[in-house]
């Protein structure tokens, strides 16, 4: 099921088969997460592990 919050669309999915499934074949698309002022603010600009978006620095700061 697509609900839309706002402007963010949100996908429910109700079994652990399709969840599985989905994040096999989308997991680029939902590696990131939202940038938000509040986030740029409190995070120094979303540079911590869990607010930077997936990539190479990502990775540097995960290891």
């Not at 963010?8 to 990131?32: G, Q, R, W």
Request: glycine share 6%; proline share 3%; hydrophobic share 45%.
């Amino acid at each position: 099921m697509l609900l839309h919050f706002g402007r963010v669309p949100v996908l429910v999915v109700s079994s652990a088969d399709v969840a599985h499934d989905v994040m096999k074949t989308h997991d680029l698309k939902f590696a990131n997460r939202p940038k938000t002022k509040a986030v740029d603010i409190i995070m120094n600009g979303g540079r911590d592990v869990a607010f930077s978006s997936y990539g190479e620095y990502w990775r540097h700061m995960k290891v």
